[in-house]
């Protein structure tokens, strides 16, 4: 589908579903010349009408009725679906996977994260008891906690002791 092809699905679709090009161009906030510009054009592109208009009404043609029907639902679960995704920024979820030592996940993570999960109940922690050095980028972790200095030179460190975490 090539730019634009969209903004003027969605602008039949405002005419279909209004069955008024005086109302589609108010929902969409364009004028309406503009808006029946734009249906011309959709209508040459695809080289069948889609509208028949008359100096009262406006209604789908066949192939209209069918783009209409076909397509609307689809554009409504797109936009629920972004919807739905943009709620995620203002509702931490998702899966976290950490790779520990058992001590640093008794000790440090576990009193940590009780709290974080009671707070955030959508939010899951997979810990992996790992005394070995992963890289934790290839074995798709989010964080590795290990005592010690052992970091690799390309990843960052930060203290973490049982009380909280320093700079």
């Given amino acids: 589908m090539r730019r634009g092809q969209l903004d003027d699905l969605l602008a039949f679709i405002a005419v279909g579903q209004e069955r008024s090009f005086t109302k589609a161009a108010a929902k969409l906030g364009i004028s309406q010349s503009a808006l029946s510009h734009t249906i011309r054009q959709l209508e040459a592109r695809l080289g069948v009408r889609l509208l028949t208009r008359t100096t009262r009404s406006v209604s789908p043609t066949e192939a209209g009725e069918r783009l209409l029907h076909n397509i609307a639902p689809r554009l409504e679960e797109i936009e629920a679906e972004i919807q739905a995704v943009a709620e995620l920024r203002e509702k931490p979820a998702g899966t976290i996977r950490i790779t520990a030592t058992e001590y640093a996940a008794d000790a ?11 707070e955030y109940p959508d939010i899951k922690v997979e810990i ?20 010690g200095e052992q970091v690799a030179k390309d990843m960052i460190a930060v203290t973490a002791t049982a009380t909280g975490l320093a700079g």
């Avoid at 440090?108 to 009780?114: D, F, H, Y």
């Avoid at 050095?133 to 798709?140: C, G």
């Fill in 108 to 118: 440090i993570l576990l009193p940590k994260l009780a709290k974080l999960l009671r």
């Fill in 128 to 147: 992996v008891i790992d005394y070995g050095l992963a890289d934790i980028v290839a074995k798709r972790y989010d964080a590795g906690v290990r005592s």
